[in-house]
């Protein structure tokens, strides 16, 4: 029998936005790591003031390209410049479709001579292994599906670990019994932990550096039981699921643009390769953002903040668009801070009798996949709200957005529109509710420390 | 090298400091998913259509075998076993010496000589000791619950245990069956079929309505809930996940989490030198408003916490005699505290303001942040009760907690709920540094639900709210 396609599935759907936004997938799943080790309130405050272990483990999807023209494979589907790209390296790859609308971002690892590792939510895997497959490339690929798709027992290849927070070089100190290595960011080393060999690449959160950990899926207890010992002494503390979901508010990544893979004569055979039953095919998107047309819910590596990873010093899918746009990008990516009295009102919905707000769960809010929210300002919709939850660190409701780029100066005041039309979809997270309007304000990205002093005398200020 | 006991571990903490500081954790209701849809229609569906609970994971089993299982329950138990016949099912309630409560929870007869006691830890515990140290000729086979992080390994469990309730339940019930179902009384046991495979029921009820308990081989829960799913469509089944699981007993009024009253008195020792340090007992954790150097001030007796009806003098058991001096006294009693949405609302406004006090996190829909909660009620100065078990009710739309009251403080008294630890909290892993502030609640029946009060027709959860 022949698996289902997503465009078997997309011909039979009225439209991709309607058959996605009633998928009953539910939210993007962060598996098998506990929901909270202690508390998520003090989690989130652990990567600001002391150390953190994030466990990666479980959540992306591995996908390792091996052959003497994976790099060559990369090259052509990636914005990304590959020069350079020795051994050792690691960059945020990101691959777009014909237009110029990404369709995924991973990191990709450069492992070995011809050998990388892409690791993420799968839709970039998905793009380059139908590449891979199709285009006549010397390479072979292998996947390691995240926690969430897998079937049989949780049996991975690699775990990985990220030691993160101010207090992160102390723990690698004295994990390592040697001096932090001097390696620049998103570059690499091989260092021993509790006698097994551990690849480490330089990574960072808050401005501080931190490190990610990655080794054989048997050492993982060893490993970690060894980082957790030597933590102990900083502060340093696990981070459950919930906390974890958090972390791209506040660092300021965007985790869940829709794959711009479900419209355009020229991807029909990639969606006939894809399955129905994959991350384009069952992924739910929600929120207050409506339009018919799916390609609306498409962004540019500009609006998600790729800009600088745009480089035209090769030939790569989507290279005509982007060089289209490339000096003057419509939009940008900014922090909405939530106005404390919105978001109180919204949460006081839970004990009237009329109609309750979208409930706002905590820490993270997000209720699909793919969250889109309107952004509002002077009666017109003048951008995205993506991905909302709430940090501790800075007492606030967040959300990342992509707004116009007139609206985008920090300090300036616009409206999130959050919940959905008409009641609600039928994704089995929205219970039936009523829309309601938050008051944001436009602020930077990352939405750190230094954006908090900014943030205290800028708006606050002004605002009174 | 063998463990501590809690004996042991008491010779140099004091009970209070011990559990107030656990490193425990929340009580958590493990291996089932935390929401299948979302929890605030999983909460409405117990009350508008139907609703399975997979009951499999959170709770011990204990079975006890042999000639001298039903005098072991006698013994330990303040209720009366004279009515006790294989199909039955009882709240079985065992006290201390000094007539506190231990715990809580279901024993059913499941044949000649062979019980089986389901709930939380410290009656499991209590009836293990007994079973093996008090001469009894029976044989107990300990099925404890599933572990709080599996950490992908597989879990198993002898008997998967599933509820299907709500005001749907029985249409789905009977057409899983083919056919009529009798409405046994409560706790009343019987068979019916699913899928071709015979399953035990316990006749039980949520909100006046006629549900079942249903058991069966572990191995088979994952084909008997697909039928029931599948059965459940044209009634708006809703599976309930963890978090609203949890908070159901907030709408029907059982208190979950009594302290086991173990920590003290000369006649538990043996008890406690029995019991490890990884025992619920010796690693739980107590958390709230109230603060009492004396750990006998957190014990309850089972008049305070609603269990009056059953003490039972008809028969000698431990506590026999601590509870027939009190049996004609006032006591506390049980009631819902209904939280004032207002002061709920600054709690949450409080998250969203930097720079000013921080009020411990309500977290929704179940609020504890402990084994074992316990925030103290204040009315003119005085503290008169505790809340003992708080969270959401979609439902209510209200925040609610089950407590104990004095006896002279009456339904619809608005009294003063301090939430949150003195002195910026406890060590305790749930707790963030935060401030203490009261919120106005008032007094309210158990069950809270409106439908409940009205339709629980004489059962026992409604008895002592009158």
């Known amino acids: 029998m022949n698996e289902q396609s997503l465009e078997d599935l997309l011909q039979a759907a009225p439209s991709p936005v309607e058959m996605l936004r009633n998928s009953q997938i539910g939210p993007y799943a962060f598996p098998v790591v506990p929901p909270e080790f202690t508390n998520w309130r003090d989690e989130q405050r652990a990567w600001q003031e002391t150390a953190v272990l994030f466990d990666q483990s479980h959540h992306m999807t591995d996908m390792y390209i091996e052959g003497p023209e994976a790099l060559k494979l990369l090259s052509d589907l990636g914005i990304n410049s590959v020069r350079n790209f020795a051994v050792d390296k690691a960059k945020q790859f990101v691959a777009c479709n014909h237009d110029g609308h990404v369709i995924g971002d991973a990191i990709l690892f450069h492992l070995a001579e011809n050998t990388f590792n892409l690791v993420g939510r799968p839709s970039a895997h998905n793009w380059v292994q139908y590449h891979g497959e199709t285009g006549g490339y010397g390479v072979s690929i292998e996947r390691d599906e995240r926690s969430a798709a897998r079937a049989g027992p949780l049996l991975r290849k690699a775990y990985r670990y990220q030691i993160q927070g101010p207090l992160a070089q102390e723990v690698m100190r004295k994990l390592t019994d040697a001096p932090v290595p001097d390696i620049r960011f998103f570059n690499m080393e091989t260092l021993r932990i509790a006698g097994r060999a551990v690849r480490a690449l330089r990574h960072g959160m808050v401005g501080q550096p931190g490190w990610e950990l990655f080794g054989r899926w048997k050492d993982r207890s060893v490993v970690r039981d060894a980082i957790v010992e030597a933590g102990q002494e900083f502060g340093l503390r696990l981070v459950g699921a919930k906390a974890y979901s958090t972390s791209a508010l506040e660092s300021g990544w965007i985790p869940s643009p829709v794959p711009a893979i479900y419209s355009g004569d020229d991807l029909s055979d990639y969606r006939r390769w894809l399955p129905a039953q994959g991350y384009e095919g069952t992924a739910s998107l929600g929120g207050s953002f409506e339009s018919d047309d799916i390609s609306d819910y498409y962004l540019t590596p500009y609006d998600l903040g790729y800009g600088p990873m745009v480089s035209f010093d090769h030939d790569f899918i989507g290279r005509d668009a982007l060089e289209a746009i490339a000096g003057d990008p419509p939009r940008r990516k900014v922090s909405l801070a939530w106005k404390a009295e919105d978001a109180t009102r919204a949460f006081g919905s839970l004990f009237s009798d009329s109609d309750c707000a979208k409930f706002i769960d905590l820490p993270l809010a997000n209720y699909a996949t793919l969250p889109y929210d309107k952004v509002v300002c002077d009666g017109a919709t003048v951008g995205l709200s993506t991905y909302t939850g709430y940090t501790h660190n800075g007492r606030t409701m967040l959300s990342l957005g992509i707004v116009d780029v007139r609206y985008s100066a920090p300090g300036t005041a616009v409206t999130v529109v959050w919940g959905e039309a008409g009641g609600g979809s039928s994704k089995p997270t929205v219970e039936r509710h009523a829309q309601t309007e938050i008051r944001a304000i436009v602020s930077p990205v990352p939405y750190s420390r230094v954006a908090r002093e900014e943030y205290a005398v800028g708006w606050r200020t002004r605002m009174h | ?466």
């Open chain 2, 1 to 466: 090298m063998s463990e501590r006991s809690l004996e042991d571990i008491l010779q140099t903490t004091k009970p209070v400091d011990l559990l107030r500081d656990s490193q425990i954790g929340a009580y958590v209701y493990p291996v089932v998913p935390s929401e299948y849809t979302n929890w605030r229609d999983e909460q409405r569906a117990w009350r508008d259509s139907c609703v399975l609970f997979d009951q499999s994971h959170h709770m011990v089993d204990i079975y006890i075998e042999g000639p001298d299982a039903l005098k072991l329950v006698s013994d330990t138990a303040i209720n009366t076993f004279s009515n006790f016949a294989v199909n039955r099912a009882k709240q079985y309630v065992p006290c201390s010496y000094d007539g506190h409560v231990i715990g809580d929870g279901i024993l059913f007869h499941l044949e000649q000589n062979r019980l089986v006691f389901v709930g939380r830890a410290p009656c499991a515990n209590w009836i293990q000791f007994h079973g093996e140290t008090g001469g009894y000729d029976v044989a107990i086979t300990k099925d404890d619950r599933s572990p709080g992080n599996p950490k992908g390994k597989a879990v198993n469990r002898i008997s998967y245990r599933f509820q299907i309730q709500g005001p749907n339940a029985w249409e789905l019930i009977e057409k899983l069956n083919g056919g009529p179902v009798d409405k046994l009384r409560m706790f009343h046991m019987a068979a019916m079929n699913i899928g071709g495979r015979q399953v035990r029921t316990l006749r039980h009820g949520m909100a006046g309505a006629p549900g079942l308990e249903i058991w069966g081989p572990y191995e088979e829960r994952e084909e008997i809930r697909e039928i029931i799913v599948e059965a459940g469509r044209e009634f708006g089944l809703a599976q309930v996940g963890a978090r609203a699981y949890a908070t159901n007993t907030l709408e029907s009024g059982w208190i979950p989490s009594p302290l086991p009253a173990v920590y003290t008195g000369e006649r538990m020792k043996p008890y406690r030198e029995w019991l490890t340090e990884s025992s619920y007992e010796a690693s739980g954790s107590l958390g709230g408003s109230f603060y009492s150097d004396h750990i006998e001030d957190y014990y309850v007796t089972p008049y305070e916490i609603g269990y009056g009806s059953f003490v039972n003098f008809d028969h000698d058991f431990i506590g026999r005699e601590a509870l027939r001096k009190i049996a004609d006294q006032p006591h506390r009693r049980k009631v819902t505290y209904a939280w004032n949405a207002d002061d709920v609302g600054a709690i949450f406004r409080s998250m969203l303001n930097p720079g000013e006090p921080h009020y411990k996190y309500v977290d929704l829909p179940l609020s504890n942040y402990a084994s074992a909660s316990f925030d103290k009620i204040v009315h003119n100065g005085r503290i008169v009760g505790a809340s003992m078990f708080a969270g959401y009710s979609y439902n209510e739309r209200a925040v609610l907690s089950l407590g104990i009251a004095d006896p002279d403080i009456a339904i619809g008294d608005e009294v003063t709920l301090v939430w949150g630890e003195e002195d910026g909290g406890s060590a305790k892993t749930t707790v963030e540094r935060h401030e203490q502030i009261e919120v106005r609640a008032v007094v309210s029946p158990t069950p809270y639900s409106k439908v409940a009060r009205e339709t629980y027709a004489q059962g026992w959860r409604s008895r002592e709210a009158r």
